[in-house]
């Protein structure tokens, strides 16, 4: 089982429309989750981080977290066709180890 | 916010040649650097975390005498690909863990490096 599991996709989904990103992980000891957007060749840029149960928004962006579940979502409302990318899920899969996991990404297509 | 400048953003080099990755945080300072490599397609795999002013730490299959990593100050750590092989070409991208005074700045990730091996 990988630590971090994400849906490779890709999700196409219209423009305006609500974009729903998954990302399940394994280690109940984790803390720290983290969404990033990469664009093809560039870096991850981080959208939002999540330490508590529930939902956190920012702008168009919601993270939701269920610890219970081992379950972290990334919602997108209003999507535009710039959020066409790779999402990352990362977590801090264990106590003391700071370096986070990354899940495979989910490539996400906003069509106009 | 934080910055971590990284160079170059990309390198064509011979086989058998070594490459030398910088990456610099810029006004804050990074106890931790963090270096992953992203093949094409896939995500970014961990290969070393390294603290400022001691030996790295390498991921399982990481072999360190390839990869040298060298965090000699709380703003500088390289990363040396040595002896480098086409199967070594990949995406390079630091990651830096630090702040500065009272403030934690989390991670900081530097824009990639492409490195050809030819």
């Known amino acids: 089982q990988k630590e971090v599991e994400q849906n490779s996709g890709p999700l196409s989904v219209p423009e305006g429309a609500i974009a729903s990103l998954n990302c399940t992980y394994s280690d109940r000891g984790s803390q720290s989750f983290f969404w990033y957007r990469q664009y093809s060749g560039k870096s991850p840029e981080l959208i939002m981080s999540i330490y508590s149960n529930g939902d956190k928004e920012d702008g168009r962006f919601t993270a939701q977290l269920n610890k219970a579940s081992q379950y972290v979502s990334l919602l997108i409302r209003d999507s535009q066709p710039s959020d066409s990318a790779t999402y990352l899920c990362?977590?801090?899969?264990?106590?003391?180890?700071?370096?986070?996991?990354f899940g495979s990404g989910t490539r996400l297509q906003v069509q106009p | 916010g934080a910055v971590v400048s990284q160079h170059p953003s990309r390198v064509i080099c011979k086989s058998g040649t070594s490459v030398k990755i910088e990456c610099r945080s810029l006004?804050?300072?990074?106890?931790?650097m963090f270096w992953y490599r992203q093949f094409p397609k896939q995500s970014l795999m961990l290969m070393a975390t390294?603290?400022?002013?001691?030996?790295?730490?390498?991921e399982q299959g990481v072999e360190k005498d390839k990869f040298l990593i060298n965090h000699a100050s709380l703003t500088l750590s390289t990363l040396t690909v040595t002896s480098a092989h086409p199967e070594d070409s990949s995406f390079y991208i630091c990651?830096?863990?630090?702040?500065?005074?009272?403030?934690?700045?989390?991670?900081?990730f530097g824009s990639g490096t492409r490195l050809t091996v030819v």
């Open positions: 390294s603290n400022e002013g001691s030996k790295a730490t390498y």
């Open positions: 990651s830096a863990e630090g702040g500065k005074g009272e403030d934690n700045y989390g991670y900081t």
């Open positions: 006004d804050f300072q990074a106890t931790t």
């Open positions: 990362a977590v801090n899969v264990y106590t003391g180890r700071r370096a986070l996991t």
